[in-house]
């Protein structure tokens, strides 16, 4: 059975990836860990460690003590607050990178990061973006993730290392709250949708921007770390795409819920900027042909999950 190490298990990703992988390969075969000690309990239902990423002894330490062989990285400074702390994201996304593939070299882990459509940029195809093309993000967190994607290509082909990622999408959870990233905004639609009824969006209308319900999200992670590795061409960077929409195709939906919903615009100029320069839509037929990739959720069946689930947790 895998022995399985979560690094950012406290992150929009990482708190629901835990929960998944537990149930797959067992409570304690999953071991959590965040930098921060005080964390969603239920993390700590299983093996817990608080871990920074830049602690190369201590994350040694715990592969060793749990006889780790497969690592999920889902520690990064995510778009919008990278461009305010730019050294910051390149030490923890790559810095911290690095020292996981040393360690995954040297104990012969397989290692899964994200990459994201952030590692593209302007001159990229905006439409049906294809697998292989333009990447010249003109984020920090676009370079760290396009340098990320050439880094773990660079450890499977030099050292064999058992490096694999997908591209992630905006990814929209009920769960943790995204912290700082652009698409965060169809996130917190949701929940303003059912407390106040309103939402002051700050992305413009027209901005299209490939997103991803959490289940779909944390079924990639799990199928792409499953899959026949000899199958597996674009291993690091594959393109994975579940819905398009701007922020007036989420309103609609919503309303089709909440009739009096109603939606103002306030732009945060940075969050715009960044979206601007991402695609509106993935081609992610590579996914599909080398692991089977196939999303469940559609922008309908999501909005009436997310606000099914919302509506129980904030009492409504
Ligand atoms: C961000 N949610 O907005 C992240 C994600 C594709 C977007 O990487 O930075």
Not at 17 to 24: T, Y
Not at 131 to 137: H, L
Not at 196 to 212: H, P, Q, S, V
Request: aromatic share 8%; charged share 25%; hydrophobic share 40%.
């Amino acid at each position: 059975m895998k022995k399985i190490l979560v690094m950012g298990s406290a992150g929009q990703i990482g708190s629901e990836l835990v929960l998944a992988l537990r149930k797959i390969y067992g409570e304690n075969n999953v071991v959590a860990s965040d930098i921060r000690a005080d964390v969603n309990p239920q993390l700590k239902n299983g093996p817990f460690e608080v871990l920074d990423i830049l602690d190369v002894p201590k994350i040694t330490a715990v592969v060793k003590k749990y006889e780790i062989d497969t690592i999920y990285n889902l520690v990064a400074l995510l778009s919008a607050v990278g461009e305010q702390k730019p050294k910051l994201s390149w030490d923890i996304n790559i810095g911290g990178l690095v020292n996981l593939l040393e360690i995954a070299r040297e104990h012969k882990l397989s290692l899964f990061t994200p990459s994201s459509i952030g590692a593209f940029g302007p001159s990229t195809p905006k439409k049906n973006t294809p697998q292989n093309t333009v990447q010249r993000p003109n984020t920090i967190y676009g370079v760290t993730k396009v340098s990320g994607e050439l880094l773990c290509d660079y450890y499977f082909k030099r050292f064999g290392v058992d490096t694999r990622g997908v591209r992630y999408p905006g990814i929209i959870s009920n769960v943790t709250l995204p912290g700082g990233g652009t698409t965060d905004y169809a996130v917190e639609i949701y929940y303003k949708a059912i407390q106040d009824k309103r939402f002051i969006c700050n992305l413009k209308a027209g901005t299209f921007l490939d997103m991803m319900y959490m289940p779909d999200a944390i079924k990639a992670a799990i199928d792409i770390m499953e899959a026949d590795p000899t199958k597996l061409i674009h291993r690091n960077c594959f393109n994975v795409a579940a819905m398009s929409f701007d922020p007036e195709m989420i309103a609609n939906e919503i309303k089709k819920h909440i009739p009096e919903f109603e939606m103002k615009y306030e732009i945060d100029e940075i969050r715009q900027n960044i979206a601007n320069s991402w695609p509106d839509n993935m081609d992610d037929s590579a996914a599909k042909s080398e692991w089977n990739w196939k999303p469940q959720y559609n922008l309908a069946s999501m909005t009436e999950d997310m606000l099914k689930v919302l509506s129980v947790k904030l009492q409504k």
